[in-house]
């Protein structure tokens, strides 16, 4: 094995978040990054419809759907909203989560959307995507700039018009021109990079919420 991959192997095997995501059953150790985001600018609520874009392997459907376990729902029996995940890989079945295999830029994928969220509008579309990346800068954040203008798309079409959009992003040579973006469309715009974000990463995440113009 490389010297490479032996230490990304030990760092990922001893990361806090790792073993943390273990203990509480989580598939992944980025639903800390959502979670931390959630308790700072209280994404969600009970009662909402979700998406999750991008879910796969699902950590972040996992940390919504136990946030809408309200007080009268038993763990193992609803919960107090609904929650809607598509991704192009496979997912494990998640409790209470409504799972659409597909690409979200696919009519199938959206007219399954469409039948899930059965006439309701969405309150909060959550996306870790994460494009492959390859190096090279410039093809790099192109890329990541044509994910985050999908993002915004798919949220002007069903986004209630107080909703919130957050989207995975990356420091880059197009990251103030997305902001930018961001800005043009909603009435708030914040970045935030959580604690769980590794130090070498250039993730950030962007949030959006109230949409200025809506076609939902």
């Not at 759907?65 to 079945?93: F, H, K, Q, W």
């Not at 410039?138 to 919130?164: K, S, T, W």
Request: glycine residues 6%; contains cysteine.
């Amino acid at each position: 094995m490389p010297k490479f991959n032996q230490s990304w192997l030990h760092n990922h095997i001893n990361d806090p978040y790792v073993k943390r995501a273990h203990i509480e059953g989580y598939r992944a150790r980025s639903v800390y990054k959502l979670k931390e985001i959630d308790e700072q600018d209280h994404l969600i609520q009970p009662g909402q419809v979700i998406v999750d874009l991008g879910s796969a392997p699902g950590s972040w459907s996992q940390y919504a759907r136990n946030r809408l376990v309200s007080s009268y729902c038993r763990a193992d029996s609803g919960i107090n909203g609904t929650i809607i995940a598509l991704d192009i890989l496979p997912m494990e079945p998640i409790s209470n989560v409504k799972f659409i295999q597909g690409d979200f830029r696919n009519d199938v994928a959206l007219t399954q959307l469409v039948r899930a969220i059965n006439g309701r509008t969405i309150d909060l579309v959550i996306s870790d995507i994460a494009p492959n990346l390859s190096g090279i800068q410039v093809a790099d954040a192109a890329q990541i700039e044509h994910v985050c203008d999908l993002a915004i798309e798919f949220a002007q079409d069903y986004l209630i018009l107080n909703g919130a959009l957050l989207v995975k992003c990356f420091h880059g040579s197009r990251y103030s021109q997305i902001v930018e973006r961001f800005k043009h469309h909603f009435r708030s715009v914040v970045s935030r990079k959580p604690k769980a974000s590794r130090d070498k990463s250039s993730e950030i995440f962007i949030l959006g919420r109230g949409l200025k113009n809506s076609r939902a």
